[in-house]
T-cell receptor, first 112, second 114 residues
Framework: LAKTTQPVSMDSYEGQEVNITCSHN???????ITWYQQFPSQGPRFIIQ???TKVTNEVASLFIPADRKSSTLSLPRVSLSDTAVYYC?????????????FGAGTRLAVHP | EAQVTQNPRYLITVTGKKLTVTCSQN?????MSWYRQDPGLGLRQIYY???????DKGDVPEGYKVSRKEKRNFPLILESPSPNQTSLYFC?????????????FGPGTRLTVT
């Protein structure tokens, strides 16, 4: 079972870059790494996905080292509206994309 | 608009009274899933379905049933609800035609069992 470990919480200030690291030591060869954002009482929202190296979209960047045992979500110049819980997710190695295991998440608080 | 809908959004019921939470998606997704979210425990998968008539247990299936008779619908059934099933429930869907884990989540159903 590919479990993930993330910091429980982080604090930052508006305009700063935030890096959230996720550990997934047992990631399987075919598993992708995905990050979601969740605001209180709302469903999670997809942010970014990657397999290895670096992926960037309009919202964030995802850095994955060669051994793939960890990944880092980078949020450039955060604002107050980025205050949320961020989940790192990897797929379970069960022959496909069946079980997707959410970690406990990282609660990010952005301060003025 | 592409979306996942859940009904009801809020439900208060009593122990033992059967209930169904509906989930529907309009994106023609093969994969659908149910999660529950409890304080401090993140999201835990209850059941998932890879397609019509193909369902499987997630991490916390006890006390729940699902069915997938149509591609767009994936109802969650609690035959005899108990207070420990008080939780926030999310339905999600995903297309399987590409190698992506992007799931689309519904707005959630807050269930209270007294």
């Amino acid at each position: 079972l590919a479990k993930t470990t993330q910091p429980v919480s982080m604090d930052s200030y508006e305009g700063q870059e935030v890096n959230i690291t996720c550990s997934h030591n047992n990631i399987a060869t075919n598993d992708y790494i995905t990050w979601y954002q969740q605001f209180p009482s709302q469903g999670p929202r997809f942010i970014i996905q990657g397999y290895k190296t670096k992926v960037t979209n309009e919202v964030a960047s995802l850095f994955i080292p060669a051994d793939r045992k960890s990944s880092t979500l980078s949020l450039p110049r955060v604002s107050l509206s980025d205050t949320a819980v961020y989940y790192c997710l990897v797929g379970e190695d069960s022959g496909g994309y069946n079980k997707l295991i959410f970690g406990a998440g990282t609660r990010l608080a952005v301060h003025p | 608009e592409a979306q996942v809908t859940q009904n009801p959004r809020y439900l208060i019921t009593v122990t033992g009274k059967k209930l169904t939470v509906t989930c529907s998606q309009n994106m023609n997704h093969e994969y659908m899933s149910w999660y529950r979210q409890d304080p401090g425990l993140g999201l835990r998968q209850i059941y998932y379905s890879m397609n019509v008539e193909a369902t499987d247990k997630g991490d916390v299936p006890e006390g729940y049933k699902v069915s997938r008779k149509e591609k767009r619908n994936f109802p969650l059934i609690l035959e005899s609800p108990s207070p420990n099933q008080t939780s926030l429930y999310f339905c999600a869907s995903r297309g399987l035609w590409e190698q992506s884990y992007e799931q689309y989540f519904g707005p959630g159903t807050r269930l209270t069992v007294t």
